[in-house]
């Protein structure tokens, strides 16, 4: 890359290996912690109360301390299995590896983009991100790896698909066509800081669905354009003697005509594909309804089908990987199942590692309260502040972008700021609704470039199966105008929705009276 962006990808890489940028980060955070600690930097807690009903008092605490030594040594093997992504991105990959190494994944994409518009391929990449969503942490596992596939199928560039995917999935995490269980969690939240205001007030789990569908055509397009004329044209060439052959054969044979055998193995795969999802819908639909909570709210009722999704991947690779590999020959018995298993599973030895100093770094930042403690007071400035309802709003996306940098989960992060935003807002007028759209907006923008978002490692190991050398600054490089360009326009989108007065949902308007 050239420029600014050149710029960034050439300082990035010159960074050490990730696994000792986290390793630096845990002696920062240790030697920060304890100056905060003694300097009794601290911050009232906005929901937490004691047995007084005072808010309880959050202090900055050193992880110097006996009882955080003894947590760091005691509770090592547990923080490190017990670190988000992990046990995702390991049953996925178990099912993904034996679809790659049968040649299923290969061979699927390679039919499926042959006939297929190229130019079509990043915003259906980018549309299908976006609603994946719906899968949460399936989707970073599953599609963004076969968004490199697809690209590579169709004789453009792994890493731009790659790049759209991530985009999609992760910038536009808010953006969807359809509310799902994120708005479930985020609009619980939203009713208990708005009780404290209205204690009448319910939260709509649509309330944000006409704003969310008009984010996704906001940002489909700022996908398509950064992708195809900003990002793709810069990326270096793919080296194909550098790739295992798997990987390879795609970029070689993307477009070539496909077999007899692969078409058999295309059809039974497909067979498999369709066993794999009625059983799935005979669970969610059938006799004692397995995947569905009837006991619970209505929005939360198929969280066990969502929570489910990683499990289902995996048995929808394994079965269509299977039924291929019987066809093509590929897999002539167990044996090469468990084989390729192995395979998978070394491809994410170097995951491994990173996944050990990042969720170690991760738990110990969470232990020093300096997270929460920047959150709270970060917050507090905002409600001081005396604004336009745009200005105000722009000003909390800005806010909760640049905490997004810091803490990655978004109810995590709506937890802490809920509490004051939300009445705040209210008593100047805007909707417990609007305060939540505007949080959103900034919630998924500046996940594609903070490395403590827990899949960025994932991502970055996804690049380099392509491109060995693909470093840190490669990767933010090429996701940076993917971030602030959809921050950008996420912010415009804000302002044009609370000027116009546009409604949010159903039912659900930008302003409120008490």
């Known amino acids: 890359m050239t420029g600014f962006l050149g710029w960034i990808e050439r300082s990035g890489n010159k960074l050490p290996d990730p696994v000792f940028i986290f390793i630096y980060c845990i002696l920062a955070v240790v030697v920060i912690s304890v100056i905060c600690a003694l300097a009794g930097v601290s911050a009232l807690h906005p929901t937490q109360v004691d047995a007084a009903g005072n808010a309880i008092v959050v202090s900055a605490e050193s992880l110097l301390s006996g009882s955080n030594i003894q947590r760091l040594l005691v509770d090592m093997p547990g923080t490190f299995t017990g670190f988000h992504p992990l046990g995702y991105v390991l049953v996925v990959m178990l099912g993904a590896g034996v679809a790659e190494r049968s040649g299923f994944f290969g061979t699927a994409m390679s039919g499926a983009m042959s006939k297929a518009p190229i130019f079509l391929l990043t915003p259906a990449v980018a549309l299908i991100g976006m609603i994946g969503n719906l899968a949460t942490d399936a989707a970073y596992v599953v599609l963004i790896p076969l968004a490199g596939v697809a690209f590579a199928a169709a004789g453009r560039h792994p890493i731009a698909g790659i790049a759209t995917a991530f985009a999609g999935v992760s910038g536009g995490f808010s953006a969807n066509l359809l509310p799902g269980q994120l708005d479930a969690l985020l609009f619980g939240i939203t009713e208990a800081a708005a009780e404290t205001i209205q204690p009448t007030w319910d939260a709509n789990i649509a309330g944000n669905a006409y704003f969310i569908i008009g984010m996704t055509f906001v940002f489909l397009p700022v996908i398509w354009f950064v992708t195809d004329k ?56 059938g006799p004692g309804t397995p995947l569905v909570d009837e006991s619970a709210i209505p929005q939360a009722r198929y969280n066990p089908l969502y929570r489910s999704l990683v499990a289902g991947f995996f048995i929808f690779f394994l079965a269509a990987g299977w039924a291929y590999g019987s066809a093509t020959g590929t897999v002539t018995g167990h044996r090469d199942i468990v084989k390729m298993m192995s395979g998978a599973m070394a491809d994410l030895s170097y995951y491994l590692v990173l996944a050990f100093t990042a969720a170690h770094f991760v738990a110990m930042f969470n232990w020093s309260n300096l997270g929460l403690i920047f959150a709270i007071k970060g917050a507090a400035v905002l409600e001081s502040s005396s604004l336009p309802d745009a200005a105000l709003l722009s000003l909390i996306i800005v806010f909760g972008s640049i905490i997004n940098l810091f803490i990655g989960s978004a109810s995590a992060k709506w937890a802490l700021l809920a509490p004051v935003l939300v009445p705040m807002l209210m008593l100047v007028g805007i909707s417990p609704e609007m305060s939540t759209a505007a949080y959103r907006v900034g919630d998924g923008a500046t996940n594609i470039i903070t490395p403590l978002m827990p899949y960025f490692p994932l991502i970055l190991i996804f690049c380099q199966r392509w491109q060995k050398q693909f470093g840190l600054g490669s990767l933010a490089a090429t996701m940076l105008p993917y971030s602030m360009l959809m921050l950008g326009s996420g912010i415009l989108m804000t302002v044009i929705w609370v000027v116009l007065g546009i409604p949010l949902g159903p039912n659900a308007s930008v302003g409120f009276s008490l």
């Open 230 to 285: 900003i990002i793709e044209p810069k990326l270096a060439p793919i080296n194909t003697d550098d790739l295992e052959s798997s990987t390879a054969g795609v970029i070689k044979d993307g477009n070539a005509a496909l077999t007899a055998n692969e078409i058999a193995g295309l059809k039974r795969a497909g067979l498999a594909a369709l066993a794999i999802i009625a059983v799935f819908v005979f669970l969610t639909v």
